[in-house]
Nanobody, 125 residues
Framework: QVQLVESGGGSVQAGGSLRLSCVASGYPPGSNCMAWFRQAPGEEREVVASILIGGISHYYDPSVKGRFTISQDNAKNTVYLEMNSLKPEDTAMYYC??????????????????WGQGTQVTVSS
């Protein structure tokens, strides 16, 4: 049973930083991609950043490029999202996801079948 468990969310003031972690009990069979998504109330789930498992290719949504960094520790089956210069508009539930994505690291939420339970990030002004 594949499980993805996120941690590291919390409440910070604008300009602050958080580091999210996603630990996979095992990568889904055939998976090549892991990603962080976020969803604010009333909004659609959107990709924040994604990375090729075991590789160096990555993708960032333009709204976070230069502020967020996705990285991985394959020995620990863990993907991280370092978030700096946080803004109130970054407030959302953050989810990690894994699966085979044909054009990894570029891919939409519909391409992922394995999801964590989410971790809340709240940024106050």
């Amino acid at each position: 049973q594949v499980q993805l468990v996120e941690s590291g969310g919390g409440s910070v003031q604008a300009g602050g930083s958080l580091r999210l972690s996603c630990v996979a009990s095992g990568y889904p069979p055939g998976s090549n991609c892991m990603a962080w998504f976020r969803q604010a109330p009333g909004e659609e789930r959107e990709v924040v950043a994604s990375i090729l498992i075991g590789g160096i290719s990555h993708y960032y949504d333009p709204s976070v490029k230069g502020r967020f960094t996705i990285s991985q520790d394959n020995a620990k089956n863990t993907v991280y999202l370092e978030m700096n210069s946080l803004k109130p508009e970054d407030t959302a539930m953050y989810y990690c996801a894994a699966d085979f994505v044909r054009l990894c690291p570029v891919g939409g939420s519909y391409e992922y079948n394995y999801w964590g339970q989410g971790t809340q990030v709240t940024v106050s002004s």
